[in-house]
């Protein structure tokens, strides 16, 4: 089974620009969170979707990040634009959705360095 | 959700059991108590979840004494690559589909 696959995995922009991070979650999964680690501090929470709709986006720092997940399926993260703060680790999660244990799959991130 | 207290570092050598320790006064009666480890360029990656007294998978064993203010991940026979940072985390999130908050995590590094 394919795990959660993240696109681009490094991303160097300048400050203004736009870039878009997708993320594939496991085929099924109904469930997808986004995650980002800024530097020297911890992992922290952005949104999350339950098939194309979001259950909660209390994370997102503020109106240049935006999530979509059309279709329920992949999920795409646009900053515009980026600034010199944005710069650190964003990781996707996916996990199954209905009763039960929630394990949550993370892919490997990808790096976004704002220059 | 409950805070916990871990160890920022610990070191060890390759063949040992590693036990790391998380403090969780103020764990809820519903919560599950969760470990995640992540490689260095990876995601977190889910290893062990309890509730209560003891919990074994091939990875890792997770001990949970009665008063369940604590935890212990025990990780036998240790190798070079579990190098990683461990994640104690709690909350009822994770028997539920909800976002995970983490904490600093302790950072293991194993030598040969």
């Known amino acids: 089974e394919a795990g959660v696959t993240q696109f681009p995995s490094h991303s160097v922009i300048e400050k203004g620009q736009t870039v878009t991070l997708r993320c594939d979650p496991i085929s099924g999964h109904d469930n997808l969170y986004w995650y980002r680690r800024v530097m020297g501090k911890e992992i922290k929470f952005l949104l999350h979707f339950v098939k194309e709709s979001k259950q909660d986006e209390s994370g997102m720092p503020n109106n240049r990040f935006l999530a979509e997940r059309t279709g329920g399926t992949y999920s795409t993260l646009k900053v515009q634009p980026a600034e010199l703060e944005d710069s650190g680790v964003y990781f996707c999660?996916?996990?199954?959705?209905?009763?039960?244990?929630?394990?949550?799959?993370f892919g490997p991130g990808t790096r976004l360095l704002v220059l | 959700l409950a805070k916990t207290t871990q160890p920022i570092s610990m070191d060890s050598y390759e063949g040992q059991e590693v036990n790391i320790t998380c403090s969780h006064n103020?764990?809820?009666?519903?919560?599950?108590i969760t470990w995640y480890q992540q490689f260095p360029s990876q995601g977190p990656r889910f290893i062990i979840q309890g509730y209560k007294t003891k919990v074994t998978n091939e990875v890792a064993s997770l001990f949970i004494p009665a008063d369940r203010k604590s935890s212990t991940l025990s990780l036998p026979r240790v190798s070079l690559s579990d190098t990683a940072v461990y994640y104690c985390?709690?909350?009822?999130?994770?028997?539920?589909?909800?976002?995970?908050?983490f904490g600093s995590g302790t950072r293991l590094s194993i030598r040969p």
């Open positions: 103020n764990i809820a009666t519903n919560d599950y």
């Open positions: 999660a996916s996990s199954q959705g209905g009763q039960g244990q929630e394990t949550q799959y």
């Open positions: 985390l709690v909350g009822v999130a994770y028997s539920s589909a909800s976002k995970i908050i």
